[in-house]
């Protein structure tokens, strides 16, 4: 079986617990009642690569559109790939089906952006945590699913006696945690975490983030952690992907992103990350884009960002910038060297220089 390349900045002494290769997924534009026909595609997914190791926690970013949420539900089998590859420990999960996918899936789970819709309303919160036990009973013997659903409460940080009320009876915060919870039951070695803190107010965020990190230390757990917000991805990710309009166009460790940002679209996202310091603020050069996304039914021709970057040449229009390490730093090394997709990458400092050291 074909392995992929491994990326730049990646520890690859040890075997990737996940691969993705030259993911894709279109939806078909049809028009006609009794004689469809299908007259173009949305791409929502077009061409992502990526790893994630062992207790590792890879961050995605991006505006909303760009297809971050469709990657998480593809990651866990609730979207099929229109192309391309999801390896897990080596093997493609997209060829599976019945109990081979079934089993994958124990391992490979998933928490919602939405506390309030993701979690049955006419369901207990003992049923909503107990039911992958359903689904695979070998988990947990029946006798025993009462005193394993409590202790997941607990390990959530929530009232183990409180396991017979309904979600309408938590908070936004607690229902979230009953999601991780319900995530954490077949103990997965993956979490797709799917802007699970973009509904909750800024100091609940803080708490859930808090959480998420303690489970990883305790369980070995491996994160795939999709946002918006940069700040929330800069405090939890190992490794971060910036994505626009279907494809990831920037990806290193959180010190070479944050820090030392050569593709354009990713140095205009940090410009518009809010500085508490007004002195740094009026230091810090903001980057205003001009213009509106496209639309990934109608992706622009090469460069598809090209439309609203300031950098944009004829070679843009022409030629498919390739996620690769730029040729102006791949001789000197040091935390400008990780791959960018674009022609005329540059570093450009656009943050404050205390961003720019590694979280700890």
């Given at each position: ?78 979207e ?129 983030v ?6 990883q230390?305790e ?17 939890i ?39 508490p ?28 960002f ?21 040729e ?33």
């Amino acid at each position: 079986m074909a392995t992929m390349a491994p990326v730049p900045g990646t520890d690859t002494t040890t075997e990737p617990l996940l691969e993705v290769e030259g993911l894709v997924k279109h939806y078909p534009l049809t028009q006609g009642i009794l004689f469809r026909k299908q007259t173009g595609a949305v791409k929502a997914v077009d061409g992502v690569d990526f790893v994630l190791g062992r207790g590792e926690t890879l961050g995605i970013v991006g505006e909303s559109g760009c297809g971050k949420s469709t990657v998480a539900r593809m990651l866990v089998n609730l979207e099929r790939p229109t192309a391309g590859a999801i390896r897990y420990k080596g093997e493609d999960v997209t060829r599976l089906s019945g109990r081979a996918l079934k089993a994958v899936r124990r391992n490979i789970q998933m928490v919602f952006q939405d506390p309030y819709t993701s979690l049955n309303p006419r369901m207990t919160v003992g049923d909503i945590v107990g039911e992958p036990f359903d689904i695979h009973p070998e988990a947990a013997p029946r006798g025993d699913r009462r005193r394993r659903v409590q202790g997941l409460l607990e390990v959530v940080g929530l009232n183990p006696e409180h396991l017979n009320r309904y979600p309408h009876q938590f908070s936004g915060g607690q229902r979230q945690r009953i999601g991780i919870a319900r995530g954490l039951a077949l103990r997965p070695e993956i979490i797709v975490a799917d802007e699970p803190v973009s509904a909750l107010d800024v100091s609940v965020q803080a708490q859930v983030v808090n959480l998420l990190e303690r489970l990883q230390d305790e369980f070995g757990l491996a994160y795939v952690f999709i946002a918006h917000d940069l700040s929330v991805v800069r405090h939890i990710s190992d490794r971060v992907g910036v994505m626009y309009l279907g494809r990831i166009v920037e990806t290193g460790t959180d010190a070479q992103i944050y820090g030392h940002p050569t593709h354009p679209y990713t140095q205009a996202l940090l410009s518009a990350v809010p500085v508490p310091d007004p002195a740094a603020r009026d230091r810090r050069e903001r980057i205003i884009l001009t213009g509106d996304v496209p639309s990934p039914a109608d992706i622009p021709s090469g460069c598809r960002f090209r439309t609203r970057c300031w950098k944009a040449r004829q070679r843009c229009v022409d030629e498919v910038p390739l996620l690769a390490v730029p040729e102006a730093f791949r001789g000197e090394g040091g935390p400008a060297a990780h791959p960018s997709a674009c022609h005329f990458a540059e570093e450009k400092r656009v943050v404050p220089a205390d961003a720019a050291e590694a979280r700890p």
